[in-house]
């Protein structure tokens, strides 16, 4: 192989050279303007993190794993995930292929980094270097790869439930430009690395379409042009690159090391949600998974369309979308990249200014007596279904634990609405007092049946010496250690996952587990973490009464789908929603224990 | 004066002419289901707030109508949506709850 380009440059690479200078720009401008975003105590925990070796062994597995292999696509579908990979992972080995292709065979041009790009232009091969046939070999595997991934790509836009997606995002202009370069780049590159074949080698697919195209054309005029076209779709692919969703390339490999050191979503626009909205690759696994996609007209409201128009700056749109959603966190659950839909809308809604703000310093909570070592906690959601309460009281009663209902009168809420409101100040007013009546109170174990209520206890609640449990675990515990015992009746249940518990706190198997043991059970086509909102979230603040039942009604399609005769659900407010229009009994996990127990001794 | 034990109640008499209804007519203007409510009183009586603060959602929709100051009674609401559950109207009371809360004037 030698150097068949005496100066080592062509004008065709200009184009690639600008596109690259603009990325590389670009880059470096965002990640420090995103480091000056963030908080000084996190900047400060992000870059300890990039020198701390293990969380460093992580960062690069998991870009590895996931810019490159793209894992998690592959376990969501293999289809999936072949076309994302094999774009991803081709690309990269054709990159690192040329600079090793430099290094061996023209080890004097390694400084020009346009040189791996364009290797196949720049060089001859001669008689005696035939060794660079293996290398020759990869290059053209891996743009195979790359090609089969394109060509699945354009099958996804056609047909996109090969893919297991039901909708995709509809692509915005830029994107679309953006996405015709880059199916226009691989295609080029083979079409000009083929009629160069011939001077600088090649393999098994450049080798017969040189031959091919020689015996059609006749001569070799056109290999320039088509060097010309690579080259300015690059750089056409580059320069839209930051404004387009291919943005998710770079960011991702920065979001990776920021979700490792533990970073958590200060500003709405800034730092870490900044990032996560540039990490977006708009693919529309959100739209899929979003309860409110039942109808048409809330599809616009799924994360996706969120991060494109914050990137927009419609401020209108993100108001809008930010109060509809029911933070139900599947979006979160089923994000690719990992992009916390949720959590940017709440502090989105916290950026809004009220004139009246709550005071509850006018209420005094009297401590519950402290005769009991377990308090419980039913929440105020449980004043609408009272059968819960006095379910778990008598439970713990039958197994023998000496327990105080806490708000059997009437409490105070535990402010998870007031936050989701995006009225961290309110709701705080709310903890602390709650926080004084149950550190009062003298109880080591608070047991909790409202799952709105256990988040907000588990996530913003400092109870020092106090253990805040949900009384599935709780039950369950007490049935293993022999203190309950449940007899199986001939019921089936299907078990309805609330999204705080199942999503929110990751308790899954508990209410199965205890449910299992006093009836038969059944799983619903979509349950854990992929199981449906029952549409009375407290999440949205603008969902319509009747939008509402639409997502009800899919979410108990889908619980019908289990063919059970009941339907389990370990939330208040799951069941007060789901029994509003179920066809079939709705019951707390509660009243079915209550029903089914005897105490053991 | 002396405590009889029962007193005479403050007059309700309303001057439509002069009463102030603008609270509430930016509050139909950005949630226009606040005009079904049908005074029936569940929100009230779910009400989390209700024992604290005589918070009562019925009240205040009919003391916007009529033009009252309704400021002292939000101030315990906790937005736990209880009332939006049971409106047999299917009125998003909560939301109506933050409208008021930025609409009144400071």
């Known amino acids: 192989m030698i150097d068949r380009i005496p100066s080592g440059f062509h004008p065709f690479v200009l184009p690639f050279l600008i596109g690259m200078a603009f990325v590389l720009l670009y880059c470096v401008y965002g990640i420090f ?25 992580k960062n690069v597995r998991d870009i590895f794993c996931d810019c490159l292999l793209h894992v998690k696509l592959w376990q969501r579908n293999p289809m999936l995930g072949f076309m994302h990979s094999s774009i991803a992972f081709g690309w990269f080995m054709l990159i690192l292929l040329g600079h090793i292709e430099v290094f061996l065979f023209v080890p004097t041009r390694i400084n020009l980094f346009y040189y791996p790009i364009f290797f196949n232009y720049f060089v001859a091969e001669v008689d005696q270097t035939m060794n660079g046939a293996f290398l020759f070999f990869l290059s053209d595997f891996f743009l195979l790869v790359v090609l089969c991934g394109i060509v699945l790509a354009w099958v996804k836009r056609i047909r996109s439930r090969l893919f297991g997606m039901r909708r995709t995002a509809v692509p915005s202009l830029v994107n679309r430009i953006a996405m015709y370069a880059l199916w226009a780049i691989f295609p080029l590159r083979l079409l000009a690395e083929t009629f160069t074949a011939h001077i600088s080698g090649g393999s098994f697919l450049t080798g017969p379409g040189n031959w091919l195209f020689r015996q059609i054309l006749g001569n070799d005029l056109y290999y320039m042009p088509t060097w010309w076209a690579y080259s300015i779709c690059l750089c056409v692919f580059m320069c839209l690159l930051p404004f387009s969703r291919y943005m998710h390339i770079p960011a991702e490999m920065m979001l990776i090391p920021m979700r490792n050191a533990g970073l958590k979503i200060r500003h709405a626009r800034k730092g870490l949600a900044k990032l996560q909205v540039l990490t977006c690759p708009n693919c529309g696994v959100c739209i899929d998974a979003c309860p409110m996609s039942v109808s048409k007209a809330n599809i616009k409201d799924c994360t996706v369309y969120l991060t494109r128009q914050i990137r927009r700056g419609n401020e209108k749109r993100i108001a809008e979308i930010s109060d509809k959603c029911l933070l139900c966190g599947k979006c979160e659950a089923l994000c690719q990249v990992g992009v916390q839909g949720p959590e940017i809308r709440i502090k989105q809604r916290e950026a809004r200014k009220f004139n009246i703000s709550q005071d509850y310093s006018n209420i005094s909570v009297a401590a519950p007596s402290s005769t009991g070592k377990v308090l419980y906690f039913s929440g105020c959601m449980s004043q609408l279904t009272p059968s819960i309460g006095r379910s778990v009281v008598s439970i713990l009663d039958k197994a023998g634990v000496e327990n105080v209902w806490m708000d059997r009168e009437g409490g105070l809420c535990c402010g998870r609405p007031m936050l989701t409101a995006g009225r961290t100040d309110e709701a705080m007013a709310l903890v602390h007092k709650n926080e004084e009546a149950i550190l009062a109170s003298g109880a080591d174990t608070l047991v909790v049946s409202c799952p709105i209520c256990y988040r907000m ?6 109870l020092p010496g106090v253990r805040v449990v949900h009384y599935s675990v709780y039950f369950d515990e007490l049935v293993k250690a022999g203190r309950l015992h449940l007899v199986k009746s001939d019921l089936c249940y299907v078990y309805h996952d609330p999204c705080e518990l199942g999503r929110g706190c990751g308790i899954y198997e508990e209410p199965r587990r205890l449910v299992g043991q006093s009836a038969a059970i059944a799983e619903a086509d979509k349950s854990h973490k992929e199981s449906i909102c029952c549409g009375g979230s407290l999440g949205s603040l603008s969902l319509s009464f009747r939008q509402r039942e639409k997502i009800t009604q899919a979410a108990l399609e889908n619980l019908y789908t289990s063919k059970a005769d009941a339907i389990a659900t370990a939330c208040p407010l799951c ?3 789901l029994s509003r229009y179920s066809d079939r009994p709705v019951r707390d996990i509660a009243e079915i224990i209550d029903r089914q127990s005897t105490p053991t001794t | 004066m002396a405590d009889f034990g029962f007193r005479l109640s403050k007059s309700s008499t309303l001057d439509l002419d002069r009463i102030d209804t603008k609270v509430y007519d930016r509050l139909c203007d950005t949630d226009p289901d606040a005009r079904t409510c049908m005074a029936c009183g569940s929100c009230s009586a779910t009400c989390t707030a209700a024992p604290f603060s005589g918070m009562s959602m019925r009240k205040v929709i009919l003391g916007l109508q009529r033009g009252q100051d309704v400021r002292p009674m939000l101030s315990n609401c906790m937005l736990c949506g209880k009332c939006t559950m049971v409106c047999p109207r299917g009125i998003n009371t909560r939301h109506l709850i933050l409208s008021i809360c930025r609409i009144y004037d400071r």
């Open chain 1, 33 to 57: 303007r995103i480091l000056f975003q963030l908080p000084h105590e996190d900047r400060r925990k992000f870059l300890l993190s990039l020198i701390n070796p293990v969380t460093a062994a």
């Open chain 1, 457 to 462: 206890f588990m996530e913003n609640y400092t």
């Open chain 1, 575 to 577: 069941q007060a929603t």
